[in-house]
Structure formats: structure tokens, C-alpha cells
């Protein structure tokens, strides 16, 4: 297949931003493919090379691209930075550059899809001595066989920066369009993308074998399940309520959660965004070698414990640990527990076995026989008194509060259900609970922080249009580090107009991608014109806002902005407070 064919695609969608627009572009594309090379198709559409869990990064340095484009347009390097730094987008760089190419090329063949990808392959597997160069030359190759409007993309691709706006969900509609000719098949679609985190793998199977063969897919080994999800109740009544009297509540850890694949002397850890972690934790590792037991898939969340009484640390150690470079010393200075809580997977994928019989595989399974390895403290009640003391006695133990589970519910990858709940300490006059935000935008900053962000622009996701709708400007709870820290994150995301998926009314100096999360909590969820999160709900002409929001010092490294608070769930807090005052 002609690269230009996909490029064509590509830049008709970059004129627009409204989703259908861009579902049916994609819509289109999918239909030219060729059904065995659908799977790249889709991996280049996200701008990478194979699904994110297996880690592959092309890991190119700017200064090399730019050097490349030097070199295959015969440009002075001074000039091409200059482009870059007038345009701030090196495949705009790269074009104008190559437009103005000094020789033109005579003998070009067309490029082929397969040819770019296997090349891109090809860069992503080099490393060590030499492989810099190695890497320069394919990319300098590449660009000497391509036009200038595909080296754009190209360029945009081995930097790290092909930004099409397109989410997930807008490429499962489109598949289930091309291939089914109905979006509602995009469920069954969205289901084996839960169980296989592998967009491509889930779009070739699609192509190639059909929709029933989609249907038929189960969880395998060493394809992270996207994690089931918990939604935020107040109270143990509503508890109870909520699963027919009867329930099970587990100590809720504040820790990472981790899902481990084991089959005989392979095991690998996936974060709770489903990247590899494997290398992060040495100790888990060790110790789950020594369980004795293959082909499973754990669920866990490890938690910081001190040295001497094994008691749970704040998630702050955790962080700690992760921040060190020397992963020996890491370890020993702050050791860890992993806390087991569910099983996908043993021998057979375990999803749809009800939570009661999960959890008793589990424990006729699991051998806690050191400090390391251990079952989440769990009750089973009918007693809303009996919730009330567990919950008192977990946070007693250092944990934030009890997850809640319904003994009968399947284990629902992806879901944020009432099938699990959280339950935690109320804050009396503040939010019952704090918010997970994307960062949008940023205000440059006065005074003190001059030469940094002074505040931030905040948004919610709203799920079902895959959109970030503004709730709330920040610029309290922020130390110099956290303010250093942020100006140097933001960098890699800085925009220069407003993302395709951000939705704003007020204006920003700076906008970037939704990609960082950060916690925050507020005193209340007020109505307000401003912002255009959940506009138009609760009152014509007004969204939601946060009244005193502050950031609580966490960046949620482990969430993507996905995986932010929804526009749904602001909802709910909304008429919850409105409740709760009412009963004050
Ligand atoms: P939060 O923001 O409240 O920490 P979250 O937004 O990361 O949660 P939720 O699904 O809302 O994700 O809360 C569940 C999280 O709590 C899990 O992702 C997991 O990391 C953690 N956790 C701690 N203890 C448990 C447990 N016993 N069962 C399941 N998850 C647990």
C-alpha cells in the first residue's frame, strides 16, 4: 500500500476536528487498507509502532532529526532550526526544508506503508554502541525516498509527536463501521480491546477472521487487561444498598497497583496505565517466583511498608522509592509489600467467575509465607455497623479507606462500575473526595514565578464524546519544585492552538495535549458560565467549576488522561453535595 495514501488521510484530518468528521476519514482509510497490514495502520494512527505495553519507543533525539533533515535536504542545519523554531513542529520543519530540497531527487520510487514501518521497526530495535548512527541513517534514508509531505508525518512519527487528536474510542467506531457497517458492534470491539490492550491485534483479528472470531477472544498471558474501575459511594448503607445487603469490603491500599503475568520463568508487571514495570520492582519479582504457582495473572497493589514493624507506608514512600536511581539501595531503604486482591487468569482466563469464587481461588493459591507477599485484608457483612469499624480499623492500619465489592460481579475490564466502590473518609466540609484533572492549558507566571506556570487551566473527560471540558483554573497548592517540575513535564506537550479534544471557553497562554494528571481537591462544585464541563446539565447556559481548588501535591503518573475524572462523575458529586447539604 502507497504511503501516500495514508498521508492524504491524515492531512484531510488535520483540517478538522469534530469526531464524526475524523470517524469517517478513518472510515475511509480503513477501507483502502489492505486487511494484513490493518494492524500497523492502526498502530501509526497513535503515532507508535506496536501497542504501548510492549514499551517500544523510536527514541530519537530532536538534534539527530534535525541533522537528518539537514543532510537529505542540503540545508545549512542553522536554517532548519530556524523552521523548527518559527513553525515549533518539526514535521512543518522537515517539509518546508525538504520543499526547498538543493538537488531534486531524481530516481524516487514511491513509498510503501510497509517499507516506512519496517523501518521504523527497524530503528525502535537498535540500541547500544553505534546504534545512534545506525538510526540517523535510516531516518536520512527515509527522507531521501520520501515526498516532503510525507516526510512530515514521518517526522512527526519518529519524534514522538504524530498528534491527530484521535482517541481510542473514535478508532473502535470507525472499525466497527468499516468492517460490520454498524457502530453498535464497536461493544464487542471495545470488549476485546479490554481484555488485550492491543488496538492493532484486535483490528487485524477484526479484518481477517470476522466479528464472531472478536467475540470469541479471551484474556491471554502476557496481554495486560485493562483494569475494572470503581465508582465512589458515601456511605455503608448505600454500600449495602447497592449489593443487595450483602458485600464484601477489602482494605483500600495507597499504593500502585500492578498486574502480574507469570507463566513458568517469565513474569512481567504492567502499571495500572498497563506499562511494562517489570524492571521497576526487582523484589516483587523475587518473591513471586517463589509462590510456586504458573500461568496466572494477579491483580495487586504494592504499598510502602516500614522496615522493622512491616506496616503500610503512605503512598509518598512509594514515591520515594521510585525516584531513586540505585534500585538496590531503593529497595532496601524502602521496602515493600504486594498486596494480592483479584485473579484473571489461571490456566484459563478467570473473568467471568464471580468475585466470591475469584477471591477463594485466590487464597487456596496464594502462600503468605513472608512479609512480602500478601492476601488484601477482606470481610464479607451484612452489616452496615460492621462496614463502619472495618473501615475505621483500615485507615487505623494506614490504608485510605475500604473498597467494596459485589460478591456476584464478573470481573468487568475497563468498567468504572457499581460492581466495586470506593469508600472513603469524608472530609466534612470539603469534597467527599478529591478529583483526578487534566491539565490543558497554563498562565505564564508573575512575580515569584516568573519564568515558570503561575496556574493552570484544569478539565474533566467527558467519556462519551472523548472531549476535556474545562472545570476549574489552579494556582494554589503548588511549592517551586512542583512548579519546576511542571514547566519541565509540560514541555513535550506544549500545542500551538487548543487540542482537537479540549473544549474551552476561557483562553490559556500556553495549551498542550491532555496527557498529565493531577490531583486536586476543592471545597465544592459551584455552577458557573465559564467552564464548559457537563454545560448545559444541571442548568441552561452554565457548566461546573471547582470552588478553592488545590492541588494536593500527587501527580497521577499512573493515569492517563483517559482515565481522568469524567464529566458523569462530576455529575454526581454535584447532586451528592446538593444532598448532603440538604440533610445538614
Ligand atoms: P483513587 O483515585 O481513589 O486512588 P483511582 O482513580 O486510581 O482511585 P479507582 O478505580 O477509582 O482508581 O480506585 C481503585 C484503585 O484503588 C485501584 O486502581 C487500586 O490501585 C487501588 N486499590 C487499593 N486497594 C484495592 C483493593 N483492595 N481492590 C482494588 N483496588 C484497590
Redesign the pocket.
Known sequence: MKFEIIVDVFEEMEKTSKRLELTDHLVRLFKLTSKEIIDKIIYLIQGKIRPDYEGIELGIAEKMILKAISISSGLELSLIERFYRESGDIGVAGEKALENRKQSVLFREDMELEKVYSILEKIASLSGEGSQDLKFKYIANLLNNSTPKESKYILRIVSGKLRLGIADYSILDALALAFTDSKENRVILEHAYNISSDLGFVAKKLALEGLSAVKELKASLFKPIR?M??ERIQNAQEALERTNGICAA????DGE?VQIHKSKDKIMLFS?RLENVTLHYPDVIEAIKGLGIDNIILEA?IVAIDQNTGEYLPFQDLMHRRRKYNIEEAMREYPISLNI?DILYYNKECLDMSYKDRRALLESLIRESNNIIRL?PMIITSDAEKIEEYMEQSIADGC?GL?IKNLESSYRAGA?EYA?M?LKREYRSELA??L?LVIIGAYHGKGRRTGKYGAFLLAVYDKDNDMFRSISKIGTGFTDEHLDTFYSILESYKLKKKDARVDSKLDADVWFEPKIVIEVIASEITLSPLHTASMDIIRRGSGLALRFPKFTGKIRY??NAE?ATTTDEIIKLYHKQIKSKREA
Do not use: G, I, N, T
Open positions: 483494569p474501575l470503581a477489602e482494605y483500600k491500599l497497583r495500572r497493589e486482591f488484601v485510605e473498597m468504572r466495586w470506593k473526595d478529591s483526578d499512573d493515569k482515565d
